[in-house]
């Protein structure tokens, strides 16, 4: 029997034998094609709910499937397997295994918001793509992406100091992402600054990567930002099932 629309098919669930012998016929290669049980082994019923547990994901309840964020989407019109509508299909019907398949370039999206400005349900896919690029760290199906790892370097950063210091910041997530610290861009960008910034500001930020000054009595928004965060963690790690020593990152 001929497989119709091929392209429709997982390619690990075609089975094709080079040599088969079926009672004295010699069926090999095209002839004894095969398509795999598509029988579901690990449906996750409660993948919506540890979605929807994390921020940006709060809404995809509301997704009535019209296709308008995938149409619209910036990372869809170079990439067609970027298909956010079908990634929340996946995820309100469980299908944790088919999601999984695209875990590689579902954290690709790179927040241009027209998804969020054309769904008529106010989902937010913006933001379902990026709880669900968090869902995928937490639960250990990926490595920390890029953004997520200088996203953490830069809240550390505040953290300790209540300040910002760019410069600190870049030499961390460098390090941490194994990356060199003299890069082209960055040192045109270093030569472009100091060529054009007055002296006295060129000696203030020099000295701050020095001293590294914090903000006045920060001790305490500190402490209440990181309650305020462990109480966020404890919350994600109840919705995703996860042990304690899970899911933190900062």
């Not at 308008?68 to 989407?73: L, P, Y």
């Not at 305020?228 to 995703?240: I, K, M, S």
């Amino acid at each position: 029997m001929p497989i119709h629309e091929k392209s429709l098919i997982r390619p690990e669930n075609i089975i094709r034998h080079e040599s088969m012998n079926l009672q004295g016929v010699d069926v090999s290669g095209d002839w004894s094609t095969f398509i795999g049980s598509r029988t579901i082994t690990d449906y996750n019923e409660d993948m919506q709910d540890e979605i929807a547990a994390l921020p940006g994901g709060e809404y995809i309840h509301r997704c009535w499937q019209c296709g308008s964020c995938t149409n619209t989407c910036t990372v869809n019109a170079i990439e067609a397997r970027f298909n956010p509508r079908y990634w929340i299909y996946l995820i309100r019907i469980g299908l944790e295994e088919e999601l999984l398949r695209d875990k590689d370039i579902l954290w690709q999206c790179v927040s241009c918001n027209k998804c969020t400005y054309t769904c008529p349900r106010d989902v937010v896919p913006e933001g379902v793509m990026k709880a669900t690029a968090h869902w995928l760290e937490l639960k250990g199906h990926t490595p920390d992406s890029p953004s997520t790892i200088f996203d953490r370097e830069f809240s550390n950063q505040i953290f300790a100091t209540g300040k910002v210091e760019e410069g600190r910041v870049l030499r961390r997530f460098f390090a941490s992402t194994g990356q060199a610290l003299r890069q082209p861009w960055l040192e045109s960008m270093v030569i472009g600054l100091v060529s054009r910034l007055p002296v006295k500001m060129l000696l203030r930020l020099g000295l701050s990567a020095v001293l590294r000054p914090k903000t006045r009595k920060w001790s305490k928004s500190r402490a209440a930002i990181t309650d305020y965060l462990q109480q966020q963690g404890r919350a994600e790690r109840r919705a995703l099932h996860l042990s304690a020593g899970e899911g933190t990152h900062v």
